[in-house]
């Protein structure tokens, strides 16, 4: 049976939404322990970065924190611009698991570009790149990610 708009709570395909069925605890564990982890994963980047990026990228310490900060901060303007997309186009579950995927691809891709060896210029390039881009997905996917799952909190 469907419900109306307006109607009594209704669960992601539109039936009724049974109170002692669904929700509650079964899906708060989940988003605690996805966001959980999600704050890990950050926590672990952006404590490391600008020893990564002086390290074995080899840049400046200035270049770096001018890098880290552009970083910190596309991250934090990011969620308002998801906000409308997931408002006004996708839906918060399209945009979850979009933004997801894409903050997923990043740390796989920011995993790849650590193990590349970098014996020459043009492979140094390679890495610089890959990481950059791997820096920007983990970037788009907590902008997406992040304004969205506060709300099934």
Not at 48 to 71: F, K, R
Request: aromatic share 12%.
């Amino acid at each position: 049976k469907k419900m109306a708009i307006n109607g009594p709570a209704a669960d992601e395909l539109g039936n009724e939404a049974v109170r002692f069925s669904s929700g509650g605890w079964k899906s708060a564990r989940l988003i605690i322990c996805v966001e959980m982890a999600e704050r890990f994963a950050f926590y672990g980047i952006s404590s490391n970065l600008i020893m990564y990026l002086t390290g074995p990228l080899g840049e400046s310490t200035a270049a770096a924190a001018s890098n880290v900060n552009a970083w910190i901060g596309t991250m934090s303007f990011l969620p308002l611009l998801w906000a409308f997309v997931a408002d006004a186009f996708l839906g918060r579950f399209r945009t979850i698991v979009i933004s997801s995927s894409l903050y997923i691809l990043g740390l796989g891709l920011l995993s790849f570009s650590a193990m590349v060896p970098s014996h020459s210029e043009d492979q140094n390039q390679l890495q610089v790149t890959l990481f950059f881009c791997s820096l920007c997905l983990i970037a788009v996917g907590q902008g997406g990610y992040k304004p969205c799952i506060k709300v099934f909190g």
